[in-house]
Nanobody, 123 residues
């Protein structure tokens, strides 16, 4: 069964860093654009970042621009989200998903999703 798997979440103090990883089972990521999303209970899902197939184009939401960096290693079948200078408002469940494109307006329609990884920013 095709699915994505996120890892790397956890508890971190404000100002700290985490790196999330997204990999797959049942298929490889090298033919897909990939997006990172987050959702906190009671809030709408937010598209944070995405990356095109060959790393040529990326997108960042204003809320994370300058703090988060998306990258991919197709040889390792993994997409990463490096998160620096974390704030309490970054607390959420983070998801990766394959998307049909990654452009200036953010990630397109989603297809495969992971189960999510919890990120908690608290002192």
């Amino acid at each position: 069964q095709a699915q994505l798997m996120e890892s790397g979440g956890g508890l971190v103090q404000p100002g700290g860093s985490l790196t999330l990883s997204c990999t797959t089972s049942g298929f490889t990521l090298d033919h897909y654009a990939v997006g990172w999303f987050r959702q906190d209970p009671g809030k709408e899902r937010e598209g944070l970042s995405c990356i095109w197939i060959h790393d040529s184009d990326t997108f960042y939401a204003e809320s994370v621009k300058g703090r988060f960096t998306i990258s991919r290693d197709n040889a390792k079948n993994t997409v990463y989200l490096q998160m620096n200078n974390l704030k309490s408002e970054d607390t959420a469940v983070y998801y990766c998903a394959t998307v049909d494109y990654c452009g200036g307006n953010g990630p397109g329609s989603t297809h495969y999703w992971g189960q999510g990884t919890q990120v908690t920013v608290s002192s």
